[in-house]
């Protein structure tokens, strides 16, 4: 799977909108009153003025030789939240993947994960141009077999990692949907932050094939496109 737009709902866009464009500095697209997007490697990342306030869990996808480089970029413009006193990263061993995480301007838990099994080293100093994706969307919800039943159905997308009653996930290590079930899992890792079933609106790539998925009320609506 890869994610080829996120859209995202904020009451803070402005907020947001200063954060990519003035402290990240990536290039503004689409830009109006109640949006605007940005392009992250193969992905874009659109943000929606909305009226109810909402938090989401999403990743960028970072070269697997430079965690510690992107790391040392972002920590000169936001705080990278600790996960252990003194320690900002965290290592998946049944991904083979490491992390560190911030928080956006709305709120929204942010992470970048290094998967060593991708062969996408780069060389040269860490900036904007080197996220190479948007990687993860997590999609709360009191069913995680019904969402993955229905990507693998819709869209040819297999369960990649995890279980089919608390957490699953569904896609593979170039971008996935992550999908809790928030009876079991109240929180997003390393944070307080409630999982709930958030809207989201998506493009991906599977199979040769593009997919817009809207998510919403805790219902998933896939269209081929």
């Not at 141009?129 to 869209?155: D, H, K, M, P, W």
Request: net charge negative.
């Amino acid at each position: 799977m890869k994610i080829r737009s996120l859209i995202l709902q904020t009451t803070r866009l402005e907020e947001v909108r200063q954060f990519y464009q003035e402290v990240l500095g990536f290039t503004i697209l689409n830009a109006s009153k109640d949006g605007f997007c940005v392009q992250v490697g193969w992905s874009r990342l659109c943000f929606k003025r909305a009226l109810t306030p909402y938090l989401y869990h999403y990743c960028f996808l970072v070269p697997r030789n430079q965690l510690l480089e992107a790391m040392a970029w972002m920590g000169d413009r936001v705080a990278i939240i600790d996960i252990l006193p003194g320690k900002k990263t965290v290592h998946f061993d049944s991904w083979n993947a490491d992390s560190f995480y911030f928080y956006d301007p709305a709120g929204n838990i942010a992470e970048c994960i290094a998967h060593n099994d991708l062969d996408n080293d780069r060389s040269g100093a860490f900036d904007r141009r080197s996220f190479l994706a948007i990687n993860e969307i997590g999609l709360g919800t009191e069913n995680v077999a019904y969402i993955n039943s229905v990507l693998e159905r819709e869209c040819g997308s297999p369960f990649w990692k995890g279980d089919l009653i608390s957490f699953g996930t569904n896609g593979s290590a170039e971008g996935r949907v992550l999908i809790p079930n928030y009876a079991d899992k109240e929180t997003w890792f390393p944070t307080t932050i409630k999982i709930r079933p958030v809207p989201v609106q998506l493009e991906i790539e599977c199979e040769g094939g593009l997919f817009e998925l809207i998510y919403s009320s805790g219902l998933l609506n896939v269209h081929k496109k």
